[in-house]
């Protein structure tokens, strides 16, 4: 069993920064890829960005384009979301997930509990 532990969420105000942290834990071996979704009151929950552990590649969906940045430490076996220039509409409750890779993309099989991320004008 995988367990993902998300950190960092918070209030600010809108233009400003935080940055989101998940560390898996357990049985990691066959994990290779990692997301971070997030789901607002109302809404569906839908996928932000994406990293494949091999090649460190990103994908965005484009909302956040230009905006977020997903990183990894692989021997932390974490992964970052540092997100800039923060807008309202960014609120939401923000999960991590973990998977292995199908060929470009990245099924979620592991969920972290999620943390929240508040915008304010």
């Known amino acids: 069993q995988v367990q993902l532990l998300e950190s960092g969420g918070a209030s600010v105000q809108a233009g400003g920064s935080l940055r989101l942290s998940c560390t898996a834990s357990?049985?990691?071996?066959?994990?290779?890829?990692m997301r971070w979704f997030r789901q607002a009151p109302g809404k569906d929950r839908g996928g932000v960005a994406t990293?494949?552990?091999?090649?460190?590649?990103?994908i965005y969906t484009d909302s956040v384009k230009g905006r977020f940045t997903i990183s990894q430490d692989n021997a932390k076996n974490t992964v970052y979301l540092q997100m800039d220039s923060l807008k309202t509409e960014d609120t939401a409750m923000y999960y991590c997930?973990?998977?292995?890779?199908?060929?470009?993309?990245?099924?979620?099989?592991?969920w972290g509990q999620g943390t929240q991320v508040t915008v304010s004008e």
């Open positions: 357990g049985f990691t071996n066959g994990i290779n890829c």
């Open positions: 997930a973990a998977g292995r890779k199908v060929r470009t993309t990245c099924p979620p099989l592991h």
């Open positions: 990293i494949f552990a091999g090649d460190g590649s990103t």
